[in-house]
């Protein structure tokens, strides 16, 4: 058999049992993503990153059992989720706000995205829904977005939207039609304090932020809000070592005691 012909067998392979292994992967860690293996096996580096994240298993494990314990004991849970997305790729809350009720509010700034967040959601009590972005200021910015493709077909790079046009691009290896996949898009901007402000927050238990980068522009507000939530997950993976350093010590001065890193996420619990 030919080098050619043995690449092309096992490729074919991994094509088939892809989608079977990403929906196994995705189950276990939620922000693994949905680029297909096949395309991961063009991008070795990529791909590799994608099953580190195996890794986190156990740490999402503990995330997910901290949520539940502190829900049963308090009988509640409202939460504010920057970033939701469809409100279900790459959700790490989702299952909670099915299986506990959980009350809270969802910002998506893509409009076409927020249809569908408010959408997957319709059948819930007590979700509010902001088609905003959170920044440093309140305004209007532009952001490279996932365009929203014809006959409901998926967008890779849907979830890599970001007001950092540099980090969309660097993802620009999963399809050869990158370009046709993304847009720029002006969109509302609204400061932290701004949108709890607006949606009448005044205390919450869950900050969970997932903004391609901007997350800590987003937690540098934290200091200006009179009361803090318990617990705070945001993205780290688009920022510098010196930018995650930065909130790892805000965070603790806080009262954030407990902070677990994982490979792409932060996980801090007040203590």
């Known amino acids: 058999m030919s080098t050619a012909e043995s690449r092309s067998r096992s490729l074919s392979r991994h094509t088939e049992t892809g989608p079977y292994v990403n929906r196994l992967l995705r189950k276990a860690v939620p922000h693994l993503g949905n680029v297909p293996i096949s395309r991961r096996l063009v ?3 990529s791909y590799s990153q994608a099953l ?44 909670h706000v ?37 920044s440093d200021q309140n ?3 532009t952001m ?6 014809p006959n409901g077909a998926y967008n890779p790079a849907s979830s890599m939207s970001s007001l950092h046009d540099g980090i969309v691009k660097k993802h620009a290896w999963i399809s050869s039609k990158f370009d046709d996949l993304v847009e720029l898009i002006d969109v ?19 900050l969970f932020v997932d903004t391609e980068g901007h997350d800590g522009v987003i937690l540098d507000q934290l200091s200006n809000l009179a009361k803090l939530p318990q617990f705070i997950l945001f993205e780290h993976t688009h920022l510098s070592e010196q930018e995650n350093d930065h909130l790892r010590s805000s965070l603790a001065d806080l009262g954030y005691g407990d902070i677990t890193t994982m490979r792409r996420d932060t996980f801090a619990r007040a203590t």
């Open 188 to 206: 509302p901007t609204v400061t932290l304090p701004t949108l709890l402000e607006t949606n009448g927050i005044t205390q919450f238990d869950g």
């Open 43 to 45: 991008h070795p580096e």
């Open 98 to 134: 099915l299986k506990h009720g959980w009350e809270g509010l969802l910002v998506e700034p893509v409009p076409h995205l927020f249809e569908k967040l408010h959408t997957n959601y319709a059948d819930r009590k007590g979700l509010r829904f902001d088609n905003v972005a959170v």
């Open 144 to 149: 490279l977005a996932g365009v929203d493709l």
């Open 52 to 95: 580190m994240e195996v890794r986190d298993i156990p740490k999402w494990r503990r995330f997910r059992n901290c949520l539940d314990n502190y829900t049963k004991h308090t009988g509640s849970f409202f939460f504010v989720q920057i970033g939701a997305h469809d409100g279900i790729v790459g959700d790490p809350i989702r299952s």
């Open 139 to 141: 305004g209007t910015s």
